[in-house]
């Protein structure tokens, strides 16, 4: 007879949260989230856009061709359009080219001139990419306004509701700082990793509310219970994020090493500002704010 198998169980520690202090516990998210909206600000002074846009949201052509040529030979042969990325695809002598420019027919003359053998060819104008760029941030402003008024019906009390909205506004705002630290662009695919990142937050936020709030029991016990289940499920899934990172970078993946970064940061950054700064919010209300 087969043995079950058993989800990996991760021992986390009980930290003594009767240590620190509410200030102490939110000072260190609150300092990030800070130092991610000036980055964020300062990038929107430089380039005139918090985070910069991919190909999808500017405009601009992605060819995929084979060739036995080098990267620094195709980088010689597109030097005249202006290359925004060239990624080789694993295991094949075959490229993918992105571009700015949205003239087809020079790229593909130039790619045959060399000897390339196209197999796609897109382009998107860029009128239309600004009409991409601004369904996205619709999209993500629905989400995230919904996602808020759930909360609030959930637990009509300001407090408890403020704390997981903070935390997923800062769940979103680091990782799209660090996009512009890494280099990674704003993509249908990392907008897609973003909205993912507000529903991550929103499940380990309203799981350590829960618990805190509508069961009984000590604060402190009622929160490492959330605390257990709520880390095992955010590690696991760091785990499988920085796995799919790592895999379709080798494999050249188009897209999926980005979803799988920003998935990794933010689910990163939701540990710090679930069991910290939404800690603490509950915490000062549960003890001093609900008595006064």
Same mark, same amino acid.
């Given at each position: 007879?087969?043995?079950?198998?058993?989800?990996?169980?991760?021992?986390?520690?009980?930290?003594?949260?009767?240590?620190?202090?509410?200030?102490?516990?939110?000072?260190?998210?609150?300092?990030?989230?800070?130092?991610?909206?000036?980055?964020?600000?300062?990038?929107?002074?430089?380039?005139?856009?918090?985070?910069?846009?991919?190909?999808?949201?500017?405009?601009?052509?992605?060819?995929?061709?084979?060739?036995?040529?080098?990267?620094?030979?195709?980088?010689?042969?597109?030097?005249?359009?202006?290359?925004?990325?060239?990624?080789?695809?694993?295991?094949?002598?075959?490229?993918?080219?992105?571009?700015?420019?949205?003239?087809?027919?020079?790229?593909?003359?130039?790619?045959?001139?060399?000897?390339?053998?196209?197999?796609?060819?897109?382009?998107?104008?860029?009128?239309?990419?600004?009409?991409?760029?601004?369904?996205?941030?619709?999209?993500?402003?629905?989400?995230?306004?919904?996602?808020?008024?759930?909360?609030?019906?959930?637990?009509?009390?300001?407090?408890?509701?403020?704390?997981?909205?903070?935390?997923?506004?800062?769940?979103?705002?680091?990782?799209?700082?660090?996009?512009?630290?890494?280099?990674?662009?704003?993509?249908?695919?990392?907008? &897609?990793?973003?909205? @993912?990142? #507000?529903?991550? =937050?929103?499940?380990?936020?309203? +799981? *350590?509310?829960?618990?805190? !709030?509508?069961?009984?029991?000590?604060?402190?016990?009622?929160?490492?219970?959330?605390?257990?289940?709520?880390?095992?499920?955010?590690?696991?899934?760091?785990? &499988?994020?920085?796995? @799919?990172? #790592?895999?379709? =970078?080798?494999?050249?993946?188009? +897209? *999926?090493?980005?979803?799988? !970064?920003?998935?990794?940061?933010?689910?990163?950054?939701?540990?710090?500002?679930?069991?910290?700064?939404?800690?603490?919010?509950?915490?000062?209300?549960?003890?001093?704010?609900?008595?006064?």
């Amino acid at each position: 007879m087969a043995t079950p198998t058993r989800m990996v169980d991760f021992e986390v520690p009980e930290f003594d949260y009767t240590d620190y202090s509410n200030r102490e516990l939110a000072a260190v998210p609150l300092a990030v989230l800070g130092l991610a909206l000036l980055v964020l600000l300062a990038w929107y002074v430089l380039t005139g856009v918090p985070v910069t846009p991919g190909i999808e949201f500017t405009g601009g052509t992605e060819v995929r061709f084979a060739t036995a040529d080098s990267q620094a030979e195709i980088e010689s042969t597109f030097s005249d359009i202006g290359i925004e990325s060239l990624s080789p695809v694993s295991g094949e002598n075959t490229y993918i080219l992105t571009t700015q420019s949205d003239e087809t027919g020079q790229i593909e003359s130039t790619a045959q001139d060399a000897g390339y053998e196209i197999s796609s060819i897109q382009s998107r104008s860029p009128s239309f990419g600004a009409s991409s760029q601004q369904q996205a941030l619709y999209g993500l402003l629905i989400a995230f306004a919904g996602m808020s008024a759930l909360v609030f019906l959930l637990f009509r009390t300001f407090v408890p509701s403020i704390a997981v909205v903070l935390s997923a506004f800062s769940d979103i705002m680091i990782p799209l700082a660090l996009m512009n630290v890494l280099g990674i662009k704003l993509t249908l695919g990392t907008v &897609a990793a973003l909205l @993912m990142l #507000i529903g991550y =937050s929103v499940d380990s936020d309203l +799981l *350590l509310n829960n618990h805190i !709030l509508r069961r009984r029991g000590d604060f402190y016990e009622s929160a490492f219970r959330a605390i257990r289940t709520g880390i095992t499920m955010t590690l696991t899934s760091i785990a &499988a994020m920085i796995t @799919m990172t #790592i895999v379709s =970078s080798l494999l050249a993946i188009p +897209l *999926l090493p980005e979803i799988g !970064l920003v998935l990794a940061i933010g689910l990163t950054a939701d540990l710090m500002n679930t069991y910290l700064l939404n800690m603490s919010l509950l915490r000062w209300y549960k003890f001093e704010g609900v008595t006064r």
